[in-house]
């Protein structure tokens, strides 16, 4: 308890001392109880050779503020869409709650200035670093529901988030071709594709994945990324490509009668 205390006093030190309220005057939002916004700024390689407890790092504001974007998401994507079906709204909310979409938001509070991070995570660039940033924008959300409630998550992210989302579903980051391979394969060959890791690479906080795609035992496209998401993505990008290719030299090699489509043989009812 005494340590969760220093760590309160602290905080909110740090907090007025950094930010002299710049971070709240870009929120848009004051809080009664600043601690909770200093909080959500400590990021876990920040408690690196502290006593204090791994859980005084922002990851419960985190998983707070996750849900909460999540449901304000669902709400904003509800209204906004009237027409559209079940599966074009999950699109869409993927997308916008999406890792890259929230760090891309955070530059508009130039979040980095103000995430406190260790000095080893520092010197490899990890207060720019997107992961960090994304944890963070939804960990201030979490620090603001908690202060304010609902409605005032929902002013911000109607100011900051939501007018980007056009920019963010159309962007090319967040077509899902993993979705895109597994109707191809389903539609044409009647199957689905297998992700294998095949390589892991790089010290923990710079991981390197390498996925391939195995489409009936047979190898087709290889992709790498920061995390197996990624990697998958870019593995179904590739083979949908190859898929695409082979698809067309076979249709190419085709001689003209075999393209055109075979008229069916009429029957007559009675006749031998």
């Keep these: 308890m005494e340590k969760n205390t220093l760590l309160h006093k602290v905080l909110k030190l740090w907090f007025r001392q950094k930010s002299d309220g710049g971070l709240e005057a870009k929120l848009g939002y004051r809080f009664k109880d600043p601690e909770l916004l200093a909080h959500a700024l ?43 079906p079940e599966g074009e709204l999950s699109k869409r909310k993927s997308a916008i709650v999406s890792g890259h979409a929230c760090a891309q938001s955070s530059k508009e509070w130039s979040l980095s200035e103000y995430v406190k991070v260790g000095k080893a995570e520092e010197k490899l660039g990890g207060r720019g670093k997107e992961s960090i940033l994304a944890d963070a924008y939804e960990a201030v959300l979490g620090a603001v529901y908690l202060d304010g409630g609902l409605d005032e998550v929902r002013v911000i992210l109607n100011k900051f988030h939501f007018p980007r989302v056009q920019e963010i579903i159309s962007a090319e980051d967040f077509i899902n071709h993993k979705s895109e391979l597994l109707e191809y394969l389903q539609g044409k060959l009647r199957t689905v594709p297998e992700y294998v890791v095949v390589d892991e690479s790089g010290p923990e906080h710079q991981k390197v994945f390498t996925v391939e795609v195995h489409v009936d035992g047979r190898v087709y496209g290889r992709g790498q990324g920061g995390n197996k998401k990624k990697a998958e993505q870019e593995a179904s990008r590739v083979s949908l490509e190859m898929l695409l290719a082979e698809a067309a030299k076979a249709e190419a090699e085709k001689g003209p009668e075999e393209s055109k489509p075979k008229k069916q043989k009429q029957r007559h009812v009675g006749l031998p």
């Design 42 to 84: 400590v990021h876990r390689s920040f408690l690196t050779g502290t006593d204090l407890p791994y859980v005084s790092n922002n990851e419960r504001l985190e998983f707070l503020g996750d849900s909460v974007l999540n449901m304000l998401t669902t709400e904003y994507l509800y209204k906004t869409y009237p027409d559209d």
